[in-house]
């Protein structure tokens, strides 16, 4: 029992000095040459000097030194700027070393500490000189392995940190790069061998990322001044999204989104079996992967392509050069295999050489599919490649390729029968890479014997390509190594032209957007790019037989019997020999060339000469349509500019517009007013329309004038016009009005209107005019003998000449003062055609000599009136007749 007694009095009297420790530790840290001490011993154990703000320490449950705001200074042989930092630093305080009457650390925590690691312009990492260092080698220059005994500067034993930042510096210069949320710890196993388990998140500056997944590394260093050798380091990263694997890489959004993986081993200074160590190389070997790639705006589907890279080789930092001597990419069913190097002082220089891939088209398929929108469903194929090359450089330069297909087939939606590929051969002479002509059989016929593979002829040095069978397409593909210029080839023929449209449109390439074309048609073109330039351009011909084109916004189909289109330097030259549209048949020549460099907006010129044997209003009202009207712009426009959307106004599309050329037809026809070749210079410029030079033969003589529009809204027309000589029986006023007029007429006219259909343009239509006549007769009554009566008199009236003024407006022709003249008698005719086909005109007579002077009131006035088919004649006294008008 006092056993038990004395040992419970040891205890709490163990107790409370460790209680009277523990209170009174924090009036001793305030002691500067405590703090010294600290200092002294935590810059013996960092191998650096070593800044805090404050100390504090706790005996219970074990021993440990807390220190807050700790700055270790870096080596000044790396710059001035601090080597680690931590919010706070605790370090736990060995018994045994207390028991001796020494104060040594044993674990150091870090929270929340910022690492930088410099390297020089010697290649040298500040890191190499920190950690502890080994024995040195024995003198047969071997490296030891395993517990040696050494003389130890520094005490430190095990480091672990939460929360850390890692940042790199090259030189002077701050990297974007960085590793946040740093856990981990690195403990010395052996005296000089780290062992090291860390876990980050990579990071850039001045970019958001999003996932960029957790970079585990894994393995065991040497802290000598050897650059950290021997060193055998694990690497796993995974879950990384590949947008932001771009954007920590270049800084921008490439576009593209999937999944990446990593998995790497490297080690240096750790030789094979027989192999001699050799200090300035690092092995390594690399897995990645890829999955669920696609273009940024696509969605992720299951078929979305994968791949797999894998690298073992080399790393010789004093040679600084890296070589993969096994280098494998995988696809879901293709694989490659090669070997690889780079020269890693500048990134200057690679080295590529695949000898052995072998590479299936759905691989391929699933890759276009992935970044391009639109693919049908149903799109299949089914053909082998083989491939072997080599490339060097910086951008790369190709030195030998060889590729090759024994042809194949693919399944294109919209076809009645499979797309068959004709043999394929490839590859690099005399600085040239080409493509030997490659045959598409589009009505899906069995493989035809071919004749041998000529090679590849261009415009630069050759001969036309030769004439294909139908239904059959060529290509053809060349690039001149040195200077980057290329060059694609494709000839064809087709019964049909529409399966090509369906084939591009398999592939999500909509070549037609708003009109469709069928029919024959055979033809050869060229793109030539520079890849380095950028620029690029179609030239080629195409010959269109018997085609249909149907555009939206027009109800019947054109009709191309016989067309040529040419391409030539961004220029279209299209030549019409035979085309049906508007009812009418055309012919002639239309040129389309850009917009000259400086000019505003993304407009083409479009110049034309053309010629219809006949237009009609009425059949163009069958084309366009009153269910087209007033929107039938909005549908047409975009399907003929190549805008696929119909939301546009269609002013806006009309502003896309530059034409200017000349027009002739045979034959015009407007309501009743008919015009014998017609001729007009049209120019249409930033919704502006001009029609000048316009003349025509009407009513046995000529018309000339000019048309001004502007496409606002609404839409605003003017229109001046000259008749010369025209017969007055062939006006177009009725069926019977050549046998109650004639003579010959001459005059001048001023138009202006606006708005949208016919019912508006007639409504706002207003104008003025003059009017010459010479000679002019009435038939069917004798208004002199009339007006000498009291009642119409038949017969006929004859006047020498005529002259006046005349306006239009609500929907009428109005004469004022029409004066008809005679040796012996002068009339006056005041009234009105209206549009409806009706007519009201008063005759009075005038007295001899002047034209001003006042009217015989005494004499009745002859009043015609009624519909121009069948007027009625009166005659009333000239009050009567004026209280008449006046109603």
């Known amino acids: 029992m006092s056993r038990v007694r004395a040992y419970a009095r040891w205890i709490a009297l163990a107790v ?24 002294a011993h935590l810059e013996k154990s960092f191998g650096r000097h070593v800044e805090a703000k404050d100390f504090s320490m706790n005996i219970l449950p074990f021993p440990e030194v807390e220190v807050d705001g700790v700055s270790i200074s870096e080596d000044p042989a790396f710059g001035q700027e601090y080597f680690l930092r931590a919010d706070k630093l605790t370090a736990g305080v060995r018994w045994l070393s207390l028991l001796r009457g020494h104060f040594d650390f044993g674990t150091i925590s870090l929270t929340r500490p910022s690492l930088i690691l410099v390297r020089n312009d010697q290649g040298r990492w500040n890191l190499e000189g920190w950690l502890p260092p080994a024995s040195q080698t024995s003198a047969s220059g071997g490296v030891p392995y395993g517990p040696h005994r050494t003389e130890i500067t520094n005490h430190l034993q095990k480091i672990e940190f939460d929360e850390g930042r890692i940042n790199f510096k090259t030189g002077d210069e701050k990297r974007p790069f960085a590793f946040t949320g740093v856990s981990g710890s690195v403990e010395q196993v052996v005296p000089g061998r780290w062992q090291l388990r ?129 280098a494998v990419l995988d696809l879901p069913h293709s694989h490659f295999e ?37 693919v049908d469903e149903g799109l299949s194929a089914k053909q082998f490649f083989q491939a072997s090359f080599a490339m060097h450089g910086r951008p790369l330069v190709w030195d030998d390729t060889q590729i090759s297909s024994d042809g194949g087939e693919w399944n294109v939606p919209g076809l009645a029968k499979p797309v068959r590929v004709g043999p394929m051969q490839g590859g690099t002479v005399k600085a040239k890479f080409q493509i030997l002509p490659v045959h598409l059989y589009l009505n899906g016929s069995e493989k035809q014997i071919l004749p041998p593979a000529k090679p590849l002829k261009t415009k630069l040095g050759a001969e036309p390509a030769e004439l294909l069978m139908q239904n059959q397409i060529e290509v053809r593909y060349q690039r001149e190594l040195p200077t980057a210029n290329q060059l694609f080839l494709v000839s064809g023929r087709l019964s049909d032209v529409a399966d090509l449209f369906k084939a591009a449109a398999a592939f999500g390439r909509t070549l037609n957007a708003g009109w469709e074309l069928s029919g024959g048609a055979s033809g050869t073109f060229e793109k030539g790019w520079n890849s380095q330039a950028g620029s690029a351009h179609w ?181 001046s016009a000259e008749v010369e000589r025209a017969n007055l029986a062939q006006f177009p006023w009725g069926a019977h009005w050549a046998e109650r007029w004639s003579g010959m007429a001459s005059g001048k006219v001023r138009l202006t209107t606006s708005g949208v259909g016919r019912d508006a343009l007639l409504g706002q239509l207003t104008g003025s005019g003059q009017l010459w006549l010479k000679p002019v007769e009435l038939h069917g009554w004798d208004v002199t003998a009339s007006m000498d009566g009291t009642s119409p008199r038949t017969g006929s009236s004859r006047w020498a000449s005529g002259e006046g003024e005349f306006t239009v407006k609500n929907r009428a022709l109005q004469f004022d003062a029409l004066q008809l003249e005679n040796p012996h008698e002068k009339l006056s005719i005041s009234g009105e055609f209206r549009f409806s086909q009706e007519m009201n005109l008063t005759f009075v007579r005038e007295a001899p000599g002047d034209r001003k002077t006042k009217r015989i009131s005494a004499v009745p006035v002859f009043l015609l009136a009624g519909p121009l088919e069948k007027p009625v004649a009166t005659v009333q006294p000239v009050a009567a007749a004026q209280a008449k008008k006046q109603e």
């Open 16 to 39: 409370v000095l460790l209680l009277l420790v523990q209170i009174g530790l924090p009036y001793v840290f305030r002691n500067r040459r405590m703090r010294g001490y600290l200092l």
């Open 198 to 326: 860390l876990e980050a998140q990579p990071w850039r500056s001045g970019v958001t990322l999003q996932s960029t997944g957790i970079l585990q590394v894994r393995g065991e260093v040497a802290g000598t001044s050897s650059r950290l050798q021997p060193a055998q380091i694990q690497v796993h990263w995974d879950k990384v999204s590949i947008a932001d694997l771009f954007r920590m890489i270049s800084g921008n959004d490439s576009g593209v989104r999937g999944q990446f993986a990593l998995d790497g081993t490297v080690s240096i200074g750790k030789p094979e079996a027989g192999e001699a160590a050799n200090p300035g190389i690092w092995k390594f070997s690399i897995r990645t992967r890829a999955e669920k790639i696609h273009r940024w705006d696509l969605i992720e589907r299951s078929d979305n392509p994968s791949l797999t890279v894998k690298l073992d080789g080399v790393w010789d930092v004093p040679a600084g050069a890296a070589r993969a001597e096994t």
């Open 338 to 374: 090669g070997r690889a190097s780079l020269k890693t002082a500048g990134m200057s220089e690679w080295d590529l050489r695949v000898k052995d891939s072998g590479i299936q088209a759905q691989d391929l398929l699933a890759w276009y599919r992935a970044f391009q929108s639109g």
């Open 539 to 719: 030239n080629g011909t195409c010959t269109l037989t018997k085609a249909r084109l149907q555009a939206v916004g027009m109800n019947l189909p054109l009709q191309m019997d016989d067309i040529r289109t040419a391409w030539s330097d961004h220029t279209l030259t299209m030549n019409i020999a035979r085309a049906e549209a508007l009812g009418a048949t055309w012919n002639g020549l239309i040129n389309v060339s850009p917009t000259p460099t400086g000019s505003a907006g993304d407009t083409s010129r479009w110049a034309f000469q053309l010629h219809a044997d006949r237009l009609d209003a009425a059949d163009l009202d069958l084309w366009f349509g009153p269910r087209a009207r007033p929107n039938w712009l909005q549908r047409l426009l975009p399907s003929l500019l190549g805008n696929s959307t119909t939301l546009a106004k269609p002013s806006e599309l009309l502003r896309r517009i530059s034409a200017q050329g000349d027009l002739t037809v045979d034959s015009l026809t407007v309501e009743k007013v008919k015009l014998a070749h017609p001729s007009a210079h049209i120019t249409l410029d930033n919704l502006h329309l001009e029609v000048s030079d316009v003349s025509a033969e009407w009513a046995g003589g000529m018309v000339r004038g000019n048309m001004n529009a502007v496409f606002s809204a609404p839409p605003q027309y003017e229109i």
